[in-house]
């Protein structure tokens, strides 16, 4: 049989059994040949009626967490990670309240994926709040530090 009427009638064959709801299809033709099992469909269940309607002033959403008062110039985590105040345990922290910083001093550490990203200081200044502790998770451009 000739490839391009072999790739014809095979094409034909996997539509008809597609559009037939069959869960496999085998197919020879002298040296032409394959297999295919099709994955069963997925039944989109309908979620039942609401008993009764509640009024929009009661479907209020609950409020996010509002963002910490930053006093000052925010430092953001750059990354998703876990946040170390210092080296390594045994070690000073890179910066407490009330320190005094240059533009980039390495101010803590965010680890993410066995990665060490230091966090430099955007400016000059005091170190006027700390938000994390050593070992918290942060998220993308949450707020570590405020430098004032």
């Known amino acids: 049989m000739d490839i391009r009427i072999a790739k014809e009638t095979a094409l034909e064959l ?39 309607a509640v009024p929009a002033a009661a479907e209020e959403a609950p409020e996010a967490p509002a963002a910490p008062e930053v006093p000052g110039t925010p430092v953001r985590s750059p990354i998703v990670g876990t946040y170390y105040a210092a080296p390594d345990p045994q070690s000073p922290p890179f ?42 998770l942060v998220e993308y451009d949450q707020v570590v530090m405020a430098i004032q």
């Open 14 to 52: 996997l539509s008809r059994a597609k559009a037939e709801g069959a869960t496999a299809l085998s197919f020879t033709a002298d040296e032409f040949s394959f297999s295919v099992e099709f994955a069963p469909k997925q039944v989109a269940v309908a979620a039942p009626a609401a008993a009764a």
């Open 95 to 136: 910066a407490t309240v009330g320190q005094e910083v240059k533009k980039g001093d390495t101010l803590c550490i965010i680890e993410a994926m066995k990665m060490l990203n230091e966090i430099t200081a955007p400016c000059d200044g005091k170190i006027a709040r700390i938000f994390c502790q050593n070992g918290d």
